[in-house]
């Protein structure tokens, strides 16, 4: 699976890297850090993925299986 | 909850299949009224046209509102408040819209980031476990006025570097700042007294700050004055409009949600049981008072041209009122949205708004809740609400709030 967040849906909410803290993490205005990119989710995080994704205010992360 | 009866003998006749109602959303009303008024005007219609002040239309469900949030270039931010199109105060970057606006939030920004809420942890545990210990051994309080003004205030000014003894000058001038909010005209004189006494306030600050060459370590007002907006250092005006709003937006709204959440924890001894046991669902916990408890009862804007919007035509210069406290207990956005489920996940809530405007002190309001429910039940874990306390809210015109919450709880040896 990867994971994908939207560069200008994303609006430093936060809840993502609350939800999947070993997979995301803030830059210093607290947005993720990896706005506008995809990764690759490893296996024991897909769960962690899928939460962060549900979670988003903004509907900003996709998955892509 | 019974004076919510009968809200749709206001609704006086369809115009174009848009329901017509006259109704002052301001005053105040018994606790929890507003959800209540919310939760049935979205299942009645998902949009009306309201004929109060100069007339506006208001949207209801969680799809209208959340699009209305994320296209600000429809819906501007010039007025957030439906019956007041052109306000007395300026809130920057509230008031702000692109492109300005992403210039100025990102000034505040790092200032409000979960490394700056962090940072401020320890500092902000220890005003909180002094205020909570201070009112422990009297077995009872007024929740409201002994900490959930107290500690959002104290918290805040330490985190702009700002003497937390000054609280005592900011409570009273956020409270009569948002009572001119109440839809009384009596009120927008102390509003306006307020407005000027928290400019002054800053004026002297900046004052003080401005011949310092350097900026002044973990200074909010000092990190202003050596910002600069498009290479340029802020306006004297620009920088009264920021401090403002930060103090306004800072301390009336954690202070509102800490009162619905310790309410509800007061009545629900089940749930405080499974935070105290679960410490690891207070976050959670903390989300879902957002979503349920959300204390902005609707947010405004202002249309900035024709446009069909969700079946009904919006001209340039309407202003539209989003409901999100209904929104946030939408049945066709959440499962179970009618309750408070303490360890919900996936809560997508919008209890920080939405879109370029969402909350900038969202990281420090979480903290501070967290904080205050850890170290709450940490010293006090039984509590009720006092008896024959009747609850009554201050309105849905600017944030909902509990006017007083009497708690009572055992005092041990």
Known sequence: ?65 | MTETAGHFETVEREAAGCPVMHRDFAPQQAAGCHWQLADELREASPVFFNTFAQGYWVFTRHDAVRDIYKTPELFSSESITPWQPDPIYRFVPTQIDAPDHIKYRRIVNPWFSPRAVDAAGPRMRALCRRLVEEVAPAGGCDFVSGFALRFPTEAFLSVAGIDPADADLFVPWVEDFFGGFSGDPAGLEPMAKALDGIREYWVAALAERRREAEPREGDLASHLLHSTFDDRPLTDAELLDMLTVLVLAGLDTTRATLGYLFQHLAVHPDQRRRLIDEPELIPTAVEEALRFYTIVFGDGRKVTRDAEFHGVQLRKGDMVYALVSGANRDPRAYERADEFVIDRQRNHHMGFANGPHRCLGMHLARRELQLAVQEWLRVIPDFRIADGAELSERGGGAMMSLTRLPLAWEVGS
């Open chain 1, 1 to 65: 699976m990867r994971l994908r967040v939207d560069d200008t849906s994303c609006m430093g909410h936060g809840r993502c890297y609350q939800m999947a803290p070993d997979l995301l993490t803030y830059d210093d205005e607290g947005y993720v850090t990896i706005r506008g990119e995809t990764i690759e989710v490893p296996a024991d995080q897909v769960e962690a993925a899928e939460d962060a994704a549900g979670t988003c205010p903004e509907q900003a992360i996709s998955l892509i299986p």
